[in-house]
């Protein structure tokens, strides 16, 4: 029953939202680490993907039929470093090292807000829920 009265909001898809920007804080982290690394070619998750997804899912949910699972984020069993693409978006330097530091950072701000942006949605929902349950408005 709980979990049912959870996925009438928005609760599921902020989690899949602030677990895909915590592991892609890892990535982007792991290219910072490695800035100085000769050879090193950056990676990253894809943002466009993970959002279609997330679209699909929330339209599967929609429908009357079977849950749908947000599925974005791989089962713990498999390995979740597998999904992450190589990143094409800067210029290879003559060390084979294609880091650029502006970037890296710019899209590490860019995934801090929306990590902080679920997390504070998440939170006015659990809010919302606590007041409805207590009765109290």
Known sequence: MISSLFQQTTIPVLEQTVAFAQLRHTVLAGNIAN?????????????EDFQNRLQAAIRQRRE?????SLGYLP???TKPMAQIAKNTKTILRHDKNNFGMEYQV???????IMHN???????????????AISGKL
């Open 35 to 47: 800035m100085d690394t000769p050879g090193y070619q950056i990676r990253d998750l894809s943002t």
């Open 75 to 77: 089962e713990p069993s």
């Open 106 to 112: 710019s899209e590490m701000v860019k995934n801090h």
């Open 64 to 68: 009357p039929a079977e849950p749908a």
């Open 117 to 131: 942006l679920a997390l504070a949605i998440m939170t006015q929902q659990f809010r919302l829920l606590q007041t």
